[in-house]
């Protein structure tokens, strides 16, 4: 039976759920996405049609983010990524929370060049003039319901503390969605945090119809401080232990790409909330309007079904 889970996982408290540890995954993702050019995806021909992946790469760097595709060390982001390369973008909100929201009303980060850039998602909302024919527009105050309005499961796969559940304020983001999902060793002080998140995807997945259309949200934890865990013996974090948290990261990422690829073909996209500062102009986390907090890394493309 492939569905180990079941309903029974929606919305338990922290703690409850056990998991084998997952195995690195080293081999190339053998899925070549459709889509490589920015700015040419047409939401609002693919919803009804196609799945809906939002990855957040929670505060990751642009710079380093480029700097992990240039070496090397992020190659299956590299099959995936249009281009083969990161898009620079400008994040909406500075920490978790801010970025998010905007996210969810949707107000993905916007590209850097100048102009009025056409949204793949919005609300309802006169005098917009980012809403395009190419936007999805939703009758709701948020994309989650508006994708669940529209026939959408909607599924929330956390995360750093804004999407664990423990606290009043760490409800309102998952509450947005018919199911979320959160355990400890799914936050920011595991080492196998990326692991876990991606098997329960992939099992929350394998439970739904394939005839389902599916809006998976997952708030990927590990390259949050501290992310030096990832890189011992370090024991601060710097640039280069958030690279190595990435290069985790990209290792556990062919599993989740072969879960959604299996079911039906799916627009994804692909972001960080926000960076990070580690000393720069005397500044140090986030919170902060500093280019290397503002400046994200960001993808959009369409993963085609291959059965
Ligand atoms: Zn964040």
Redesign the pocket.
């Known amino acids: 039976m492939l569905c180990l889970l079941g309903n029974s996982l929606e919305n338990r408290p922290a703690g409850l759920y056990k998991f084998q540890r997952l195995e690195a995954r080293n081999s190339p993702i053998d899925i070549t996405p459709i889509s490589r050019a920015a700015n040419m995806i047409n939401a609002r021909e693919l919803i009804g049609t196609h799945d809906v992946l939002l990855l ?1 790469l ?2 990751l760097r642009y710079d380093v983010a480029r700097n992990a595709l240039t070496h090397g060390r992020t190659p299956n982001l590299q099959r995936l990524l249009p281009g083969q390369a990161w898009e620079q973008r400008h994040t909406p909100g500075n ?2 929370f801010a ?2 929201q905007a996210f969810f009303a949707g107000f993905l980060p916007t590209p850097v060049a100048p102009g009025k850039h056409p949204r793949l998602f919005a609300a309802t909302f006169f005098g917009s003039e980012t809403t395009s024919e190419r936007t999805f527009v939703f009758e709701a105050s948020n994309l989650v319901t508006g994708l669940e309005q529209v026939g959408y499961h909607t599924i929330c796969i956390g995360g ?1 503390g ?1 999407f664990n559940r423990l606290t009043p304020l760490g409800c309102v983001l998952p509450d947005l969605f018919q199911e979320s999902h959160w355990e400890e060793s799914m936050g920011v002080t595991s080492a196998d945090s990326t692991a876990r998140q991606v098997q329960l995807a992939s099992k929350r997945l394998s439970c739904l119809s394939r005839s389902q259309r599916v809006f998976l949200f997952v ?1 990927i934890s590990a390259i ?1 401080q501290p992310n030096c865990i990832f890189a011992p013996p370090a024991a601060e974090d710097t640039p280069a232990t958030q690279a190595a948290a990435l290069a985790y990261v990209d290792q556990q990422l062919p599993n989740l790409f072969d879960s959604l690829a299996c079911r039906a073909p799916t627009l994804c996209i692909l972001t ?3 960076g990070t500062t580690y000393g720069e102009d005397g500044y140090w986390g ?1 919170r902060v309007s500093h280019e290397t907090v503002w400046n994200v890394p960001y993808a959009e493309f369409v993963l085609p079904c291959r059965v």
Do not use: E, Q, R
């Open positions: 957040t929670d505060t920490f978790t970025a998010h750093v804004f708030n949050h960080s909330d926000h986030h």
